[in-house]
């Protein structure tokens, strides 16, 4: 099973995902690495890996439709059987979606439905619930709203920041992305 995962910061999701298929954790190869934008530490770390890598800076391009063309074009180009969104803080369009139905995977820093959009870890905090979590769904044209494929809670601390949540968050968040990719089929 081929994918290409997509990264907008540091990727240490991915990283997880890089160690797990390194020590035979996980039966995945990662075909490439794509970034909205130059100079992240996801692409970095993957080009260290070895790993292609390719960026398709989002502000570069005048039209968002252009955009996603090339972003599809890129992705597309290394033949992925999944491409998952592991912190790319970008929602693509139906041309996107349309070449890699239901085979387009996304991470989430809180228990779907509740706190979609970019800031699920304070907004979690900040309405005072007392468990969180994290979610792995099959992304759709909307915001953290495509299908759940699975979830882990995770409690919120009294002391906690939204620093020290997420980090929580996200060593849970990484589990959970490797066991829902290793459960997956490579589609025919
Ligand atoms: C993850 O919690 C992801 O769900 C959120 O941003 C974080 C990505 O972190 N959107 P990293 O880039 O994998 O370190």
Redesign the pocket.
Known sequence: MRIVVL?????????AVIDAVQSGELGVEVAAVGADRPGTF?VERSAAAGIETFVVDFKSFEHREDWNAELTSKTAAYAPDYVVS????RIVDQTFLDRFPGRYLN???ALLPSFPG?H??RDALAYGVKVTG?TVMIADAGVDTGPILAQTAVPVLADDTEESL?ER??VQ?RKLLIDTLRSLDTPT
């Open positions: 990264v907008s910061g540091t990727g240490s999701n991915l990283q996801g592991s912190g790319f803080m991470t989430h820093p970019a699920g870890v994290c997420h968050i996200k968040e």
